[in-house]
Each structure stands twice: as C-alpha cells, then as structure tokens.
C-alpha cells in the first residue's frame, strides 16, 4: 500500500506546515524518504518515485485532456 502512504503523505503535507517544514529540511530524496518514514508514512525510495511518477502522468493526462477541450 506504499501508493496510498505516499498520497496520505501529500495531503497531510499540505495541511500540516510543521511537516512540510520537516520534509523541506531534506538535504536529499534519501533523507526525505527517511524523515517522512520517522514520521510514519511508510514507503521506500524506489515507492516514492514510482508512486510519484504515476500520480504525475496522471497530472499531466489531465491537464492535457483540459487543454484540448
């Protein structure tokens, strides 16, 4: 379920300025992934950038169709 800890990841991100300023404070992806498993999201790297690739072609999908509309 690595997808949906990183999509509970974003949503709590954006509500929550103490977190965001947690994770901003990565030096790295490496170090990000490990702050936001302390903070108990759990996901590894290679979840991370899987699950952010898809939820930005999906992103991107959508905005495209948008355009053409």
Known sequence: MSKQEV???FRNAQTNPN???????????EAFVQ???QQGYNFTLEEW???TGLLTEN???KVY???GS
């Open 65 to 67: 169709e948008n355009q």
């Open 35 to 37: 702050m936001a498993q």
């Open 19 to 29: 977190l965001r300023k947690i994770l901003n404070s990565a030096s790295n992806l």
């Open 49 to 51: 950038q899987k699950a």
């Open 59 to 61: 992103l991107e999908s």
């Open 7 to 9: 999509i509970r990841l």
